[in-house]
């Protein structure tokens, strides 16, 4: 098959296609749940089962619509198609017999010694007379569309060129260099373009999630808009494994290049587990570390540029020092250590130490701090400016200080729950040893990151280690929460708030199911325990309306500066009457110039029995006007 078989339903559906394909008296209708992006991967895939073996592809998709009009009509049709092919079979069968008798006749005829004996053939294959969907195929080789693509060879490290997705602009820079010193070709397609969305929607079941259709497109186009050649580059795509459809992204775009007209194209899939094998890549010890230390770098490199650049005292000067750091890294990964702009060598702890001093000189305006407002959610949306919409220029532009969580964690959180699953389920336990070693080596490689930043006396956040991220996400879901970001977009949440980032943006694609999980449906118990939690879901995807987000993110912020102010009051108050100050308690009901008071601003954004908004997709005028009377 073309996909990579996750699931247990999956594989019965898969089954029950071929079963069709032997059956002249069976018929095929696959119910597909609206908004279930799993099925973006069967129903392609039950599709070209059917297709390939010349039989009817019937899927009805079900929603909370009643009108099962449409629904009738198909299934109408259905029948009326499996009629016609009844019809020709028999008329194909009735041919072959008249045409055999004649045959037979003419042969007697021409005989001419009645005792002279007629050979008969007995080699003939029963398929030849099988009339079945699957014996109208047997004679010639049937294959599944788009299942196998050319592998990447090692001819061609030499004489392609691999293209690689953007995911994070500041963690995906440095690995080009990284990759050419190793001795391979790469290019980073830096942005995806609305043409390229369009291509992916184009050439991607539309109901896959919207980093697939973002990913895809973004390779597809490279090649559409001319200003690549596919019979020299090869394209790069990841595997997560597990139960993240990421894992097909691959089957996806071999579909993908099929159907646009460039079959002969090589999909590099790369993945820890080693998934699929491609003789030209290796992913090397070397490949990994360096790779790893990467990611740690963009992590520190991020943290210091997000903490200086809205309270830069020159305009530009945060930017030029992250270019000017950018280019650093990326001479230390392609030259061994040695960099020109640094005018030298430099080991791996010093990069990170110069450059976390090098941010912490650098001249700030003297205000108070700003709201900060973190950025949370799926790792592509939450990390690629192109499918956020820029949320963190937004943010700073609204006078806000952005605070996105680092990279790191997403690689570790499903080792650091290695032991709970063998206590749980009792999978797992032979490797429990070696995943609890792996966290702790990751954990060594980052640790003079963490010390870099805690040299600032404060200034940046230096996230917690991951088992105590873990052990507060267990407070208010199961670790056992493991599709998409998991367990850890909570975490990443709770320990936003817990350093002074209250006000969240929770970036949802459109159809990741797992992510809509422990992001919004913990949105009401993380605001049941912290009250000041000022957090807004933010759906993406290539029909959604920016001026729809932006309105959403620009009310969180107001949000954010009415909190604020009412904070700013209740310390002025407990300077001025202390005994004052004990009724204001978290200021909410403390009124601003126009007169609408915090709590009416969140009333805004949704019901809320404990006070704090539940969901800003649902209105309470009625709230608002209990609350004010």
């Known amino acids: 098959m073309r996909v990579r078989d996750q699931w247990a339903y999956h594989s019965r559906l898969y089954r029950a296609a071929e079963l069709v394909t032997r059956a002249d008296d069976l018929e095929l209708v696959q119910l597909n749940s609206f908004g279930c992006g799993v099925d973006a991967v069967t129903t392609d895939q039950v599709q070209e089962i059917l297709e390939s073996a010349g039989g009817v592809y019937t ?21 009326a198609a499996s009629e016609a092919r009844r019809r020709q079979r028999e008329e194909e069968a009735a041919g072959t017999g008249e045409r055999a008798a004649a045959d037979g006749a003419a042969v007697v005829e021409e005989t001419q010694d009645p005792a002279e004996s007629i050979e008969i053939d007995t080699t003939a294959s029963p398929a030849d007379g099988d009339h079945t969907l699957a014996g109208r195929v047997a004679r010639s080789e049937r294959s599944l569309p788009a299942a196998t693509t050319p592998m990447f060879t090692d001819e061609m490290r030499r004489t392609h060129t691999i293209l690689m997705p953007q995911m994070s602009p500041i963690h995906f820079r440095p690995l080009v260099p990284l990759m050419r010193r190793l ?17 992916g929607l184009r050439y991607v079941n539309n109901d896959a999630c919207f980093p697939a259709i973002m990913v895809i497109g973004q390779l597809i186009g490279a090649f559409e808009d001319g200003t690549h050649d596919p019979d020299k580059c090869v394209v790069a795509i990841s595997q997560t494994g597990g139960m993240c459809r990421a894992t097909n992204y691959a089957a996806m775009l071999r579909k993908g290049l099929r159907e646009a007209g460039y079959p002969q194209i090589p999909v590099l899939a790369v993945s820890l587990q080693g998934i699929e094998e491609n003789p030209g890549f290796k992913l090397t010890p070397t490949m990994a570390y360096k790779a790893l230390q990467g990611v740690v770098i963009g ?10 650049r809205p309270y830069e005292a020159a305009p530009g000067s945060a930017q030029a020092l992250y270019e000017r750091w950018n280019t650093i890294i990326c001479e230390f990964f392609e030259h061994k250590g040695r960099s020109a702009t640094w005018g030298g060598r430099i080991g791996y702890r010093r990069l990170l130490r110069e ?15 700003k709201p900060r407002v973190g950025v949370v959610g799926e790792i592509l949306v939450k990390f690629q400016p192109d499918a956020n919409n820029h949320v963190v220029d937004v943010i700073e532009a609204e006078g806000c200080e952005a605070v996105v969580p680092g990279l790191l964690a997403f690689f570790l959180n499903g080792m650091t729950t290695a032991q709970w699953k063998a206590d749980t389920y009792g999978i797992g336990t032979d490797t429990v040893y070696q995943k609890k070693a792996g966290v702790w080596f990751i954990e060594q490689v980052q640790a003079p990151a963490r010390a870099a930043l805690a040299a600032a006396g404060g200034k940046f956040d230096v996230e917690s280690p991951i088992a105590e991220m873990a052990e507060k996400a267990s407070q208010i879901l199961s670790l056992g929460n493991q599709a998409g970001e998991g367990w850890l977009l909570t975490a990443e949440m709770v320990e936003l708030i817990e350093h002074g980032a209250p006000n969240i943006v929770c970036c949802q694609p459109f159809a990741c199911l797992p992510n809509h999980v422990v992001g919004k449906g913990m949105f009401r118990e993380i605001r049941r325990r912290y009250p000041q939690a000022n957090i807004v879901g933010i759906d993406y995807d290539p029909g959604a309306s920016e001026v729809n987000q932006l309105n959403r993110i620009k009310l969180m912020i107001s949000t954010a500066f009415m909190m604020r102010q009412d904070a700013d009051r209740e310390e002025v108050a407990h300077v001025q009457s202390p005994s004052a100050a004990g009724r204001l308690l978290t200021g909410i009901d403390n009124a601003s110039d126009d007169g609408r008071t915090t709590r ?10 404990d006070g704090t908004p539940t969901s800003p997709d649902v209105a309470a005028p009625e709230r608002v006007g209990a609350d004010r009377a």
């Not at 001795?183 to 291509?199: C, H, I, Q």
């Not at 992590?299 to 200086?308: A, E, I, K, M, N």
């Open 299 to 308: 992590d520190t490199l991020s943290t210091c540029l997000l903490r200086v």
């Open 59 to 79: 899927t009805l998709k079900i929603d909370e619509v009643s009108n099962l009009g449409a629904a009738t009509i198909r299934l109408r049709s259905l029948a």
């Open 183 to 199: 001795g391979y070709k790469v290019e980073l397609l830096e942005s995806a373009s609305k043409a390229d969305l369009e291509v």
């Open 355 to 369: 450059m976390v001093r090098e941010f912490d000189a650098l001249p700030l305006e003297d205000v108070p701090r």
């Open 600 to 609: 009416d601003l969140i009333a805004d954004l949704g019901p809320a029995p």
